[in-house]
């Protein structure tokens, strides 16, 4: 729907679009307006029509009505693509708008001098909203090879007392961010001066707040799906979850979500919380950690972790996995604290559905963030980020902080995955970022392209996932992202379209990899989870699908195949004998934990020294034993080291000692 706002705002030269209904079809419809629904709710006449008498007053013979999706139905070849016959339900049955609809360009009376828009041309976009700054300052301490001191905090703590500054947001001691607001009367800029200058802080930045991935708003998000049949979450198939579940069930893998909450009374996801959820909320709460009044936050983390193979609603694509909860307000300090909580409370892998404002101008991650994230990867949970839900190369933070620009194509870069969304036919979603930030993709959408005038109306086109049992904002109307779906007698379940649905399926992935083979390095991880996705054969890495599409199955069977377990031998000999020939003997295996498969030995490196002096390599042999001359009167010490043929060196060789009488 064309809001007020539009109307208010864009000024001269404004074309707006309504579907005229005649006085006559408009008999056909019993119980007028006040009978009629649009995308599943009741027609509000005062709300969603009369205010557009003052635009279009002259036209009194008419009753009009304006449809939500046609507000992105912006040039005249889409207007008449969009505007096709649709359907307009009653209580008491389904009339089809046919011919006797009429799709008209209004141009309204411009103000003088101006002339009216030609009834061609597109509407301009409305004012993008400046980012609402939170006011706060987050001030960074100096790091010595990743510590902070102590001394150096306490100075800083008394120095911020003295200029005034009230603490606010989230400090996190781990990465040495303290967060303050300037006192009355003084300006942050003013109070971001004065904290440059003292002795230990490393910067000072203005906070900002984040906003969830948005759902894609081209005018075909709400449409029919062109093949009806398929499973609702044919997803899991297409992306090789059985086969990973074969592999791993997900047991002790354990994903951390930082989103909007989550309804922690829905049945599919309530037996999968590892602890309560976290508040991570200091400014413009929005309840209990436990609730979700957006909806975001508890699609996002029942598609990782949803209960499995419970008989109700859908199978989680981490089958066993568990959830760590951090609703955030999207507020830098409340990103990096939810990022160490996390962190801390050792989860695998931990998503993050969100990103700049759109409407804001790009800007470099603050330092807090880029700390957290670094904070996460040195302990070796793997970082997952939605793109951007627009086909732009710039995926803003935190996805171009794990995947910098320039390095998607090189296989080894990055501390993260930034994730963007494929659709059913393993096709690029259109409304998707693209560029050298993309790492891989995964599904988040069946098919975005078509177009519907009534929201949530036909097979809905989304990923379905768990939904809040309350209204949410993303169902808002005129144009909600989240359609309800009954399942299994329950409407707690909604589809929704984006990035944000694609990132959370790779990590749930990512924990079940760190649970299954702990020896892998973040490094190894995120290299497998490329090197395995799906793509056309003979390629690698694209623009728009990165290094492709998800493939569990693959991901889950290379990290099993994944040896980083060192091997061990022992070595064995008298400790004293008069014997001018010794025959040392070793035995060794490549330590197997179960269900890793192991490589095997390759070879063994045979050491000795004499006397205390140099260390000798006497032999590299597939051997187990070795003949040694020995001399009167001389010490020595032998150890082997084993090494596998994933090229694993035993770390901590058994050393035996042997001495030769005079």
Known sequence: MLSRQ??????????DVVLLVPEVVEQRFQGGVDDLELGCRKVEPERDFAWLDQVIGHLKHRKVYIWPRLSNCVSGSNLRRCAYAGEVRRSLFTIALGAAIAVLAVPVAASAGTAPTPAAASLPPPPAAAPVPTGALMVLLDQHRGQIASAARAAVDASISRLGAKPTGRSVPEIGLITVR???????????????AIPGVASVQP?????????????????????????????LTDEGFPKAWDVSTGTNALVGVIDSGIDATHPDLAPKLAVAPIDQQ?????????????????????????????????AGAGDNCKLVIEKTDFTDSSIAASIVDATNRHVGAINMSFGPDPSAAPAAAPESEVRALGYAAQHKVVLVAAAADSPVTEQGDPANVLQPAGTGSNIASGIGLDVTAAQFGAQHATFAGVGSEISLAAYGAFNPNSSSLVPCMGQPIGILGAYPSTVTQLEEPPDPAACRVPLGGSTNYATVAGTSMAAPQVAAVGAMMRALNPYASLTDLLEIIKRTAQRPAGTGWSSDNGWGILNAGAALDATRRLDRLAPVSRISAPRVTT????LLRWSGHDQRHAPLLTSGIAYYLVFDRVNGGRTHR????????????????????????????????????????TRVPR
């Open 6 to 15: 539009l109307v208010e705002h864009r000024g001269d030269n404004l074309l």
């Open 182 to 196: 300037a006192p009355a009367g003084v300006s942050a800029a003013a109070l971001a001066a004065e904290l440059r």
């Open 207 to 235: 906070e900002r707040r984040y906003v969830p991935r948005a759902v894609p708003n081209d005018p075909g998000y709400n449409t029919v799906d062109p093949n009806e049949g398929a499973p609702y979450q044919w997803y």
């Open 282 to 314: 200091l400014f413009n709460s929005t309840g209990p950690a436990g609730t979700d009044q957006v909806g975001h936050g508890t699609h996002v983390a029942s598609l990782a972790c949803a209960a499995t193979n419970n008989g109700i609603g859908i």
């Open 579 to 582: 014997q001018q020939t010794l």
């Open 618 to 657: 006497m032999a590299r042999t597939t051997h187990h034993t070795l003949k040694f001359r020995t001399r009167p009167g001389d010490r020595y010490m032998f150890w082997t080291v084993a090494v596998d043929k994933a090229g694993n060196h035993e770390a901590k060789p058994v050393r035996v000692q």
